[in-house]
C-alpha cells in the first residue's frame, strides 16, 4: 500500500500525533509545507490543527487539491475530544476534500492551546462576548494543557496500524 503521511502543525500538538503514528506504520511523517505530491496514493492520512472550527489554512489548501483518494483524517483541537465540536471540526475538514475523494478514517484528539491564544482570549473579548473567558472555558483550556499525551499517542498509533491493517 502507498501511502502519504501529512501534516500541518503550528505549536508542535498534531506533529506530535502525525509521529507517532509514522513510528506505527513506519513512514516518514511529511510536513505539508513540504508540498507533497496530491495524487497516486493507496491513502493518503492527513492531519491539521483546528483553526476555528476547522482545518488551518496549510492543510485546507492541501485538502482541496486531492481528487478521488482515500483520506483518513486526524486533527488537535483545545476542546473535548468526544464533543459536538470535535466531530463538526472533523467534518468540516472532510468538507474541504476535492472532488471524488472517500473519508475512511477519522482521529481526533486535544491538544494545548498556545499560551498567546489563552492570553489573547482573556484580553481581546469582554464578558458576555461568545469567546470571552468563561470559568468553563478556562477549565477547558487546562485540562488540554497536558495533551497530546501518551494515552492519545497511544490510542493514534492503534487506530492507524488496525485501519492500515483493514485495509490490505
Ligand atoms: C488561532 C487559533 C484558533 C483555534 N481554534 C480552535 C477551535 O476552533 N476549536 C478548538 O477546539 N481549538 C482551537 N484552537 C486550539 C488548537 O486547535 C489546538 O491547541 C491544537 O492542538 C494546536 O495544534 P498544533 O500544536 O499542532 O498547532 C485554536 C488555536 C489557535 C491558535
New binding site residues.
Partial sequence: MKILLTYS???????KVAEAIGEALQLRAVPVEEKPAVTGYDLVIAGY?????TADAKMKDFLGKLTSQKVALFA????EANSE?ATQ?LENGAALLGEGCEVVGRFICQ????DE?VDMMKNMFPAGHPHAMTPERLARIEK?ATHPDAADLAAAREYFSRLCLDRQ
Fill in positions: 502543525s503550528k505549536t508542535g500538538n498534531t506533529k490543527w483546528v483553526d476555528r472550527g488537535t483541537l483545545g476542546a465540536h471540526c491538544g494545548k492551546v498556545a491564544m488540554a
